[in-house]
């Protein structure tokens, strides 16, 4: 079992920065790739970035290209997401989420978070 905490949602104006941390405990966490998505009211969840156990990265290019950037620490069991250039449109709960392999796909992940709220006011 892995337990998941997202840390660092807030309020920011257009075109500020955010750096979300997703803290894990339990489970081996480097064992785990690693993932961010995002819920805006009404709509699906959607996949922002993933990172394996290794190095191996796979963005949402088409929504967050060029802006967002995953990270992990694997020695303090955390997951990072900075976000900068935010736009409106990125306003959304962020959830961090771990499996066995980096994927775009959310039933691949075994493991969430219970969210964070990021707000971008125009």
């Known amino acids: 079992q892995v337990q998941l905490v997202e840390s660092g949602g807030g309020l920011v104006q257009a075109g500020g920065s955010l750096r979300l941390s997703c803290e894990a405990s339990?489970?081996?966490?480097?064992?785990?790739?690693a993932a961010w998505f995002r819920q805006a009211p009404g709509k699906a969840r959607e996949f922002v970035a993933a990172r394996s156990w290794s190095t191996v990265t796979i963005y949402n290019t088409d929504s967050v290209k060029g802006r967002f950037t995953i990270s992990r620490d694997n020695a303090k069991n955390t997951v990072y997401l900075q976000m900068n250039s935010l736009k409106p449109e990125d306003t959304a709960v962020y959830y961090c989420a771990a499996g066995a392999f980096a994927s775009r796909e959310v039933n691949r992940y075994d493991y969430w978070g219970q969210g964070t709220q990021v707000t971008v006011s125009s």
């Open positions: 339990g489970r081996t966490f480097s064992n785990y790739a």
